[in-house]
Every structure is written in C-alpha cells, then in structure tokens.
C-alpha cells in the first residue's frame, strides 16, 4: 500500500498563490505516476497534474496549464503543487494520488486539503 498525506491548503484571495505538498510512504517504489485532483461541491473529482515518478514527465488540463505546477522530490518522496493566479473557480477539496500497476492497476488517495479562493 501506499499512504498520503496532504498539507498547504487554505484560503486565499483570487490571484493569490498556494503550494500544496503530499509526503508519500510504503510502497513508493512500485509507484508509476502521482498527481492532484480536486473536487468541488456538487461536482465530480478532476484531474489537476499528474507527474511520472521515474521520469517527472507532467500534464495538465488546459483549465489550470500556465498557473499550476507539480514537481517531484522523489528523495523524500515528495510532491508538490504550486498554484499561482488562483480563481474562485479553483476552490475545492484537493486530492493527491498515486498509481502503481503491479501486481494490478490501483490508486491510492490522501485525505484530502482544502483550497478556498475568495472573490
């Protein structure tokens, strides 16, 4: 199994910025990619980033490109997600992932951050 833990969210007005962090432990090393999703009250959870473990390879959807970033600190087993030029429309609970495929294809989640971006 794998176990992630979320920090960093928060409130902050709109064209603000937060970095939200997730520590990963156990099973780390079977891990093929982690990333963000988020879901906001009465909606369904949305991918935000996803990173490679091994090559740090990211992607974005066009909703957050040029204003979030995730980076990997894979000697601490580590992920980040920095978020510049917030909008309300970012507010929601923040999820961080992983995905390992062996010996099958299972996602394991944090418990979730809050991110509130006021108007």
């Known amino acids: 199994q794998v176990q992630l833990v979320e920090s960093g969210g928060g409130l902050v007005q709109a064209g603000g910025s937060l970095r939200l962090s997730c520590a990963a432990s156990?099973?780390?090393?079977?891990?093929?990619?982690m990333g963000w999703f988020r879901q906001a009250p009465g909606k369904e959870r949305e991918i935000v980033a996803t990173i490679t473990w091994s090559g740090g390879r990211t992607a974005y959807p066009n909703s957050v490109k040029g204003r979030f970033t995730i980076s990997r600190d894979t000697a601490k087993n580590m992920v980040h997600l920095q978020m510049n030029s917030l909008k309300p429309e970012d507010t929601a609970v923040y999820y961080c992932?992983?995905?390992?495929?062996?010996?099958?294809?299972?996602?394991?989640w944090g418990q979730g951050t809050q991110v509130t971006v006021s108007s």
């Open positions: 992932n992983a995905r390992i495929i062996v010996p099958t294809p299972t996602d394991y």
């Open positions: 156990g099973r780390t090393s079977d891990v093929l990619t």
